[in-house]
T-cell receptor
Framework: NAGVTQTPKFQVLKTGQSMTLQCAQDMNHNSMYWYRQDPGMGLRLIYYSASEGTTDKGEVPNGYNVSRLNKREFSLRLESAAPSQTSVYFC????????????FGQGTRLTVV | KNQVEQSPQSLIILEGKNCTLQCNYTVSPFSNLRWYKQDTGRGPVSLTIMTFSENTKSNGRYTATLDADTKQSSLHITASQLSDSASYICVVSAINSNYQLIWGAGTKLIIKP
């Protein structure tokens, strides 16, 4: 029962460093998402992939890039990390973009110093 | 602007007591509303979905209500248990081409023995 698996769970970066957050799902879902969660705020969509081969910007895409590697995997890249990107990042998947039930990974807690 | 507001921000109750969490939204046109439960350090998990035509729906000790006219929803928890300690997030789906989900900031519920 793996569901959605994210790696790593914790990461500390220095300002300007780059890193890639990995996400994989084993539910044969078509759609995948990357969110960030900050204290006192709702989840905010960074990027999403409605189906394999497509990616689109969400609410807060600046400073991030994504790759839908195949149907299972959707990665998020920070090219030059900034302290404002300190957050908890969640990957999620759903059967389709119209399906509002998303299944989430356990999250990656990222600190940029 | 599409918004989802939840109240209270946090709530502490004794084990065995009931509580009600509120969600007000200004999302239009409305598609559906979901309540998620998010345990500390984990991703959100869907509890229930409310569509436009539904007024009440129960899932065990959780009962959600929806008043589409006043754009309000509530989540009532009966006979609370320690395992109910979590954040409860209201998410509203807007009907548009971007399959937009608008997330509330959540209510942090603490159950004390």
């Amino acid at each position: 029962n793996a569901g959605v698996t994210q790696t790593p769970k914790f990461q500390v970066l220095k300002t300007g460093q780059s890193m890639t957050l990995q996400c994989a799902q084993d539910m044969n879902h078509n759609s995948m998402y990357w969110y960030r969660q900050d204290p006192g705020m709702g989840l905010r969509l960074i990027y999403y992939s409605a189906s394999e081969g497509t990616t689109d910007k969400g609410e807060v895409p600046n400073g991030y890039n994504v790759s839908r590697l195949n149907k299972r995997e959707f990665s998020l890249r920070l090219e030059s990390a900034a302290p404002s990107q300190t957050s908890v990042y969640f990957c999620a998947s759903s059967v389709s973009p119209a399906d509002t039930e998303a299944f989430f990974g356990q999250g990656t807690r990222l600190t940029v110093v | 602007k599409n918004q989802v507001e939840q109240s209270p921000q946090s709530l502490i109750i004794l084990e065995g007591k009931n509580c009600t969490l509120q969600c007000n939204y200004t999302v239009s046109p409305f598609s559906n509303l979901r309540w998620y439960k998010q345990d500390t350090g984990r991703g959100p998990v869907s509890l229930t979905i409310m569509t436009f035509s539904e007024n009440t729906k129960s899932n065990g000790r959780y009962t959600a209500t929806l008043d589409a006219d006043t754009k309000q929803s509530s989540l009532h928890i009966t006979a609370s248990q320690l395992s109910d300690s979590a954040s409860y997030i209201c998410v509203v789906s807007a009907i548009n081409s971007n399959y937009q989900l608008i997330w509330g900031a959540g209510t942090k519920l603490i159950i004390k023995p």
